[in-house]
Structures are given as C-alpha cells and as structure tokens.
C-alpha cells in the first residue's frame, strides 16, 4: 500500500471491469465485445467514473452475451463515460415539479468527542431509534450537542443495539485492521452457486428485447437492488416490484421505479405470504435485499425457494458482508462509506475539515449493476444449462473493490456539464408529473436500452404478474 492507504494496480476501469465480469463467471474473451468511449470523471479522488463505466458495461456485455444464446452473433457494446457517470448521480429530470430533499433533516454527520459519525435517519424508525438513544428530539442542534457528548464507536454500537443506522469514521488502514474488514477483505465480489434440479427454460426470443417474458420478483428497496431491477426492465424484463403496507421512497422511487409494476403485501399476513409464494414459483428471477435472518422468519429461506422454484436465479444484497461480526447488520452506502475509509480518505486528501464522501451513492449504483450482471449472468446459464443459481453481493465488499484500483489522478480532467441533448425526447409521465430521462448509458448493437413503462406510485398495481393480467 502507498503512503496514502491506496494499493497500486492496472487502469482502474480495465481493472474493475475484469474483477466484475470474472466474479459474474463470465469469459473473459467476451470483453473484447466491450468498448468505452469519452473522456472526462467526475470530481473524487477515487476513480468512481471508471467504476460507473466498468459496472455498466459489464452488465450491458451480460445482455449482449444472453442474446448471442439465440441469434449467433455477439453484438457490439459501447459505453459512454460521460452518460455512465451522470447515471450513477440521477437520470430523471422533472418537469414543472421537484424531488423531495434527499435527507431527512437529522440525518447527516456529526462531530463525536473523538471524531465524526454519520446517523441514517431517513426511516422515521430509524430516526426514533437514534433519537431514542441520544435521549433528545428531533432538532438538530441539539442533536448535535448530544452526540458531542459520546465517543464515535461507543454512539455507533448504541444506536445500531436499538435497531438504529449510525457509522462511525474509520480510515481504510482501520477498516482493514477491524474485524469486519478483514472478514469482507476474504470474501469474493459475488458468492455464487449453481444448482441442479432446473430444466432449459421456453422463454420467447425477441431480437431487440432479449429479456422479454422473463419475470422478475423484486423485493429490494433502497437503491442497489432497484438500480438493478430498473436495469433488467430495460431490456424487456417483466418486474414486479413488491413493498409493504405504508412503506415509501419519496426520494428515491421516481428514479428506480422506472419500468416495473408496483405492489404491497403485508408479509406479516399467512394470506399474502400465500401470495407470494405463488409469485416466487412463477418467476424466473428474485432479487431480494432483506436482512439474512428476515426471510428465515418468513418461512422463504433459500432452502425454501429453492423448493418452490428450483429453476430460480435468485440474487441478494446486504450491507457489511456475508461474514463476520456485523454480517447482517443493517447499512446504506453513506454508512458503508464512513465505515470502510472512503470518507476519511477524501477528506484527507482533499484537505477538508469534514467527511468527504462519493460524489452520489456510487457504493449502491455501482452494487446494483454488479446484481444485474449476475442475474443475467445466471439467466445465460440456466437457459443453456437449466441450472439455477444463487448470487450475493454486498455494498462492503463492492466499496472494497473500489478502492482497489487506487486513486484518481489529480490531474484528471472534469466531466463537460450535462447538454440538452444528453436527455431522451421522450416526456415520461410518472406518478409524481412529466420527466425526462438521460439518455441510456450504453448501447448494444440492435439492443436498445427503452423501458415499457413509465416510474410509478408504490402500490398502484395488483401484486400479479402483469402478463397474466392480458
């Protein structure tokens, strides 16, 4: 490592690219389909342009791969640095109205008597758990003058033993030096496995619509598995998103909502856990990020669905890693960041007096194309095979990988602005009013990346597949 807590290694997006495509079990020789054109990254002292541009060529290099199973012929995938970086910021441009602010208004850093910590506050529950162990109200001042009486660590470990959401700030050389770092430094990029049982699925083939008639179950939420599922929708994937009663995302559902159908079921409820049983044994694909022991409770173990559905390409998501003392611990990538030493380092290097983070949640957007490659890695191999397959990711790990291609020139050259021309013609009409979208980030070869519906509403769909409503 060098003196500033970076490893040295290849070009960064050749490097993510490679780890990414290799841990989806994909052949290197189809990188050779895969080019990357522009110039410019976004302002970080981490590569995080190269890591956008690798994460989503390497899932759009999966959708080429799929289709080249049934027409023969490899398609051409180009990604545009530029497109790809704005992507990992925010692809919708309302029209006439406005997001909601991103944080709660308590949510956010906060100086401890021995250092900074961040508190995730934007679940009202969260917020109450945090509250709770301050012994204060929701007033930000005087939050800040109670976490000023408490040391880093000891605040985080409080918070999260109430069910709360707190990271305190570790530079990279304490993170690899803490117990979970270490258990997360062991783990590979994607746990994966294949298994028998399945049989060669009789999936319709659409030349410009290779995921067409493939159905996916979606029961993520912030923001990893959604990018994920937005991104299968793209290429024809039927997705039905599900949530529970009186959950929302203000801030975040317009942008991932797009091309899905969205339902709830109170899972808590023998009848709508029926439900979803039969949506699961109709499926081709579940993406899940529900803590590990949450879906033991409801009786859908991964023993579970594997009986239910033994052809299933099932793909999960946490937080601080598979192994270790937090595995399951709740976390979002602002949290991962302080955790793992990527706000230490850009405040550091930068020479700020406060956490300096990521331009965007790149952890999340960048995790969530990592989960779009292994499902449609998956689904590559179960149609040639009729395996099924298992895939978990984490933001932990994916943050690891990051810092892995070492530090971001500081001579790099900005992005040029966004232009008009950077957005689709198209108005789409979401729930909330009319958007624009950004253009696609990359294009396949007679493959255009087009969603069939627009964002909507949590709740505003049955919790059916939508086909079977025709």
Known sequence: MSDHGFSAGREPA???LGAIWTAAGGDAVHLRH??????????????????????????????????????AAFAAVQVDRRLASFWFLTSLRPQGWSMPPPWDPIAGDYRAADGWIRLHTNAPHHRDAALAVLDTVADRAVVERAVATWEATALEAAIVANNGCAA??????????????????????????LYDGGRPPQWPFAAGR???????????????????????????????????PGWEEPVTVPEVALGKSCARLDLKQADDRAV????????DVVVHGYRPDALVRLGLDATRRRAINPGLVDVSLDAYGWTGPWAGRRGFDSLIQMSTGIAETGM???????????????IDHATGYLMATAVIRGLTERLATGRGSEARASLARTAQLLVSGGGQSADAAPL???RPDDLSEAIEETGWGPARRLRPPATIEGIPMAWDRPAARLGTAPACWPSDRR
């Not at 342009?49 to 199973?69: N, Y």
């Not at 290429?235 to 529970?244: K, M, N, Q, T, Y």
């Not at 979803?276 to 499926?283: D, F, I, K, P, V």
């Open 14 to 16: 050749d490097h993510y």
């Open 34 to 71: 895969l080019d990357c054109a522009g110039t410019g990254a976004l302002a970080s002292v981490f590569p995080v342009t190269d890591l956008a541009a690798a994460a989503i060529g390497a899932a759009s290099l999966a959708v080429a791969e799929f289709a080249a199973l049934r027409s």
């Open 168 to 193: 305190s700030m570790r530079s990279l050389v304490e993170w690899a030096d803490h117990s979970q770092g270490r258990a997360v430094d062991g783990e590979p990029l994607l746990h994966r496995r």
């Open 210 to 244: 290779p995921l067409q008639g493939i159905r996916v179950l979606d029961l993520t939420r912030i923001l990893a598995g959604p990018i994920a599922t937005r991104f299968l929708a793209g290429f024809g994937a039927e997705v039905l998103r599900i949530d529970p």
């Open 276 to 283: 979803l049983e039969r949506l699961l044994a109709g499926a």
């Open 348 to 362: 550091r290097l930068l020479g700020r007096d406060r956490p300096t983070p990521l331009p965007g949640q790149a």
């Open 416 to 418: 040029a602005p966004e």
